[in-house]
């Protein structure tokens, strides 16, 4: 004789599409973001921080750095400095 509880008939298949909404959500996003938010020129400046941040660092600095990029810990290379694109 087994335990289990006897499937329950009375269950019905339930499920919402958020696409509508996702879409609401992502419209609201933009809007608040405002008319003169420019997506290029914020990529180009977090990239000049990027590069800004590893910049200048000392041998025992970039040795750490490169353990920690080939862990998986930080992402790619050290970038010389913020002026070389």
């Given amino acids: 004789m087994s335990d289990a509880p006897a499937p329950r008939s009375d269950l019905v298949d339930f499920s919402i599409d ?5 879409t ?7 809007a608040a973001l405002g008319p003169d938010w420019d997506p290029v020129a914020v990529l180009r400046e977090e990239q000049a921080a990027h590069a800004l ?3 200048n ?5 970039l040795r750490l750095h490169a353990q920690l990029v080939a862990a998986g810990v930080l992402p790619g290379e050290v970038r010389g400095d913020a002026s070389s694109d």
């Fill in 53 to 55: 941040l590893y910049a």
């Fill in 24 to 30: 609401r959500r992502r419209a609201e996003v933009v």
């Fill in 57 to 61: 660092l000392d041998e025992e600095q």
């Fill in 18 to 22: 958020l696409t509508l909404e996702e």
